[in-house]
């Protein structure tokens, strides 16, 4: 049985930083491309970020520069590091883990992540 779960959520200040955690299991972890979507109140689902089994990396435009996401093959678990947070990035945050899509697409339950003062 395939399980995402992420954590590292909660209530930041503007400016403050998250780091947040994905630990899967039930799949081989090398083989899958990982990402960070995310989805804010009223609005779809926007990818965050991507890693590849290569470690290749891709962002969102509008979030280059404040995240980073990185995985550890050994804890099969992937990170987003987030920083200078601001109130628009407030939205529940999924892992996903895919290969050869669609054939292999596995999400996680999501955290919430909240930026306010």
């Known amino acids: 049985q395939v399980q995402l779960v992420e954590s590292g959520g909660g209530l930041v200040q503007p400016g403050g930083s998250l780091r947040l955690s994905c630990a899967a299991s039930?799949?081989?972890?090398?083989?899958?491309?990982m990402a960070w979507y995310r989805q804010a109140p009223g609005k779809q689902r926007e990818l965050v970020a991507t890693i590849t089994s290569g470690a290749t990396t891709n962002y969102a435009d509008s979030l280059k520069g404040r995240v980073t996401i990185s995985r550890d093959n050994a804890k099969n678990t992937v990170f987003l590091e987030m920083n200078s947070l601001k109130p628009e990035d407030t939205a529940v945050y999924y892992c996903?883990?895919?290969?050869?899509?669609?054939?292999?697409?596995?999400w996680g339950q999501g955290t919430q992540v909240t930026v306010s003062s």
């Open positions: 039930g799949i081989r972890f090398s083989f899958y491309t």
């Open positions: 996903n883990a895919n290969w050869r899509r669609p054939a292999y697409d596995y």
